[in-house]
């Protein structure tokens, strides 16, 4: 798979779209608490992956933590990049999906809420904790893969999640506690931390 | 938590209490639907990139993301026609490169990327509605003066110009970033009047190499072209009643770019900058501008050149950099333009220059790639 993404395959590109393209939209949604953005930011990691393809270096199982690591700089840099690459979004398809638009639009007023919570929380960290925990927490990546991703040390993403941690328990009670016991059963499927995750899962499995 | 000490060891921290301070919000998932058009269009994209990389072979493997229009950085471009649609990713590239410097090395110190040099700092002159008017009118009117034949079929635009845009270098791990410019290099490029060839020379933003590469818009079904993305066919088409046209540039960009004046000062930026335009269209250009809120002058810029002159200018609200349009002070003709930055904003100083272009020839030529004159630099 890396051979083929650095080679330019674009089959390995629709396989690496398909397999990671959800998990991205995700961790987008929920860093931005915006799904139009979030779409917009899927295309534009993709996009820099082609672009970038060369640098994937032979590490580990699965691309995912270079995709990733991608998809964390574009979103550093949002306002940049949107503003800079507004006309490749021009060229995205135009939403057109009015048959699953109740559905869709009843699931975001579901999430609206906890979103905006999210972000109140998320508020009271700094941009690399914010960016660890997000990667780690939410989205599931092992500690290694985190460090690849973001380029920093295993150490760093660990001292970075503990300094979460200590924040985020400081937070008084309220809407996030009363939240946290409505959501916490839907975070089962809880990640092995600290080894390598099993790398090449696809997120379809994720899917409602 | 009954793990084992070695393992308490390798994971210091507690995932489940991770979760439960801060739950996962929500359950975003994309449409299928939605997933499936956003594939085709990466793949779209990817295939693009290729045809064009297959069309011509050269030394360098990666040339997937070639022209670098000429838009200003951090900002919307509407370039379209311009830099030929069949760029498609280009914009991708990124004028503003942000070169990581994650990955193998630390994130410690990082010089300038290959080809840049530190951004210059200059005193920013404030600008002043004094004297809009009366500068607007000897713009238009040494715009209407300053006739270039109008091209044929079959003939190409040429625009000869030096050129530096921002790229920034971003330290990974801590977010600061350092303003560096790509080193002020040649651009030269051929534009058919209908705007579906094109070509492009610009070694020196990285991506291009001394032989250039095609702007040719090979889609199949191109957009129809608009303000944003204009050929000189549609220029001609356009009205040159000022309010008229910026009613049109308002309308055509409507929820682009960084609010709608900026925009429409934008928009007109670009289609004056690389362009051989109708004389009375660029009159009525300068007029539609002076009319958009927050547009004024400046008494003294300098262009990429080192030309001094009088600027056109407009701050842009949400970036905080100031794009100026300048003249010379004698004859009011087009000379080039500069983009300061005017409050501290993304790791870049107030003062700090991310944009510079300086436009040496405007010429109608018989070929593609045909350099005016006896010029055989190329």
């Known amino acids: 798979m890396h051979a083929r993404i650095r080679a330019g395959d674009p089959e390995a590109f629709r396989e690496l ?31 820099e992956a082609w672009r970038l393809r060369e640098k994937l270096r032979d590490e580990g199982d699965s691309p995912r933590p270079w995709l ?79 460090a690849e991703a973001l380029g920093v040390p295993v150490g760093t993403v660990r001292s970075r999640l503990s300094r979460a941690r200590t924040r985020l328990r400081k937070l008084t009670d309220g809407e996030l506690r009363r939240r946290r016991k409505k959501t916490e059963p839907v975070w089962a499927g809880g990640q092995v931390q600290g080894g390598r995750v099993d790398a090449a899962r696809s997120n379809e499995e994720r899917t409602r | 938590m009954n793990r084992t000490p070695w393992q308490r060891r390798r994971e210091p921290l507690d995932h489940a209490e991770l979760v439960g301070l801060l739950p996962p919000p929500g359950d975003p998932v994309l449409p299928r639907d939605r997933l499936t058009s956003l594939e085709e269009h990466l793949m779209n994209e990817i295939q693009q990139a290729q045809s064009r990389n297959a069309a011509k072979p050269q030394s360098q493997p990666v040339i997937m993301f070639p022209a670098l229009p000429p838009e200003r950085p951090r900002r919307a471009g509407r370039r379209l026609a311009l830099i030929g649609s069949a760029v498609a990713v280009a914009v991708l590239a990124g004028v503003v490169g942000v070169v990581q ?70 330290n990974a791990d801590t977010g600061e970033s350092r303003a560096y410019v790509q080193k002020l290099h040649p651009r030269q490029v051929w534009l058919s009047p209908d705007g579906r060839r094109g070509w492009l020379i610009e070694p020196g933003n990285g991506t291009t190499s001394q032989d250039g590469l095609t702007l040719d818009d090979n889609r199949q079904e191109p957009a129809g072209p608009g303000v944003g993305a204009p050929s000189h066919d549609y220029l001609k088409t356009l009205t040159t009643d000022p309010d008229e046209l910026l009613k049109k540039i308002y309308e055509e960009t409507e929820g682009q770019g960084n609010g709608p004046d900026q925009q429409a000062f934008t928009t007109i930026g670009d289609l004056v900058r690389e362009q051989v335009m109708p004389a009375e269209l660029a009159s009525a250009l300068y007029r539609a501008a002076a009319k958009i809120p927050g547009v004024v002058v400046v008494d003294d810029s300098v262009d990429a050149v080192g030309r001094h002159g009088i600027a056109i200018a407009r701050t842009d609200e949400t970036s905080g950099d100031r794009t100026e349009w300048i003249f010379d002070p004698k004859t009011f003709s087009y000379l080039g333009e500069r983009t300061v930055q005017m409050r501290d904003a993304e790791g870049i100083k107030a003062g700090t220059v991310i944009g510079h272009t300086a436009i040496t020839e405007r010429a109608v030529v018989d070929s593609m790639k045909e350099i005016p004159g006896d010029r055989s630099e190329a």
């Not at chain 1, 393209?21 to 993709?46: K, N």
């Not at chain 2, 193998?104 to 040099?117: L, M, T, W």
């Not at chain 2, 000897?138 to 110009?161: T, W």
């Open chain 1, 68 to 146: 990733m690591g991608i998809a964390v700089n574009v979103l550093r840099n949002t306002g940049r990049a949107v503003r800079r690459h507004e006309r490749a979004l021009a060229r995205m398809p135009l939403r057109d999906v009015l048959p699953d638009f109740a559905d869709e639009l009843v699931g975001r007023i579901t999430d609206s809420e906890e979103l905006a919570a999210a972000k109140t929380a998320m508020a009271q960290l700094r941009k690399g904790e914010r960016e660890v925990f997000a990667l780690c927490v939410w989205s599931g990546l092992g500690y290694a893969e985190a």
């Open chain 2, 101 to 170: 410097f994650t990955g193998q090395g630390a994130a410690d110190v990082a010089g300038p990327p290959e080809g840049a040099v530190p951004a210059s700092v200059v005193h920013v002159v404030q600008g002043t509605k004094e004297g809009l008017s009366s500068t607007v009118d000897r713009i238009s009117g040494a715009a209407e003066r300053e006739k270039l034949p109008a091209p044929r079929p079959g003939q190409f635009l040429y625009i000869r110009s030096q050129v530096s845009w921002l790229e920034t270098s971003e």
């Open chain 1, 17 to 47: 779209f398909r397999d990671h393209a959800q998990l991205v939209y995700r961790h987008a949604v929920r860093t931005t608490g915006d799904w139009a953005a979030a779409e917009d930011i899927v295309s534009l990691t993709f996009l």
